[in-house]
């Protein structure tokens, strides 16, 4: 009996295989109709999970101060009364910190993960928040439909990052995201795939075709990626950083932890 997309139910195709936690040799399968891709049923995610936040990722600090920048944009489109928002999957606190001194009513959700940085502002997932962030989330959902039909339920906006996949998709020594040294990611999307989402569930998106995305109930800004970038690129010219002339070693670090294989621990 054939498997099928978690996405859109069409019948799966074998697409790579890959040694995942440098244990367990686990089959990709791809979804020609929506070019969703996804491990066998993750099995080992006890295993993967052992600690919230891999020490392979070394470069999780300066996403999420990247991710702070562009929330302080996007989220001046949010409605201004009585808003209040919901950072799922934050990890230890940190976004939702952040947001939260910068003025935002952020509240942060994690279930893996100690909230460490955002004590006392814990969500209640009972409650309707204005825009729920969900940071490199997506690519761990077990069950996708499931996990976004529950955060529908609390809210009209969700703003999330996930990379996506090409079509036809890499082979997994060919693309990072794949990330089989973690064993965390297991579900990857295609621009297709998140059209299918949203049409599944009669939601806008809008999606800067990379890395960045917004499924909404109601009409975002038109162009808002667009006003993003312009609005990065403008911020980079007088980022003291830029100026610094020195290389990141979120990289290497993060070939080195592999290479020690700790990167699960």
Known sequence: MGLFCKICNSVLFFHDKSLILNTYT????????????????????NE???????????????????NANDLLFLLQFAPPVNSIFLDFGGGHGVLARIMRDYGFDFYHYDKYAENLFARGFEADLSKKY?????????????????????????TDTIIFSTSLISYPPPLVKDWW?????????????????????AEKYNLYLQSNNSDLHIL??????KNIFCLLKLYNKTKNKLDITRKLKKKSKSWNDMLKVIGSH????
């Open 26 to 45: 686990v089959i990709y399968y791809f979804c020609k109709n929506c070019g969703f891709v996804q491990t066998e049923e993750p099995y080992w995610l």
């Open 48 to 66: 993967s999970y052992s600690s919230a936040i891999a020490s392979a990722d070394t470069g999780i600090m300066l996403r999420t101060l990247k």
């Open 130 to 154: 204005t825009a729920i962030t969900a940071y490199e989330n997506f690519e761990h959902f077990t069950t996708p439909l499931e996990e976004i039909e529950k955060l529908l339920k609390i």
């Open 177 to 197: 995201y794949y990330a089989p040294a973690t064993g965390q990611h297991i579900s990857f999307y295609s621009q297709k795939t998140l059209q299918v989402i």
């Open 216 to 221: 909404s109930k109601l009409p975002f800004r």
């Open 262 to 265: 700790e990167c699960s621990l």
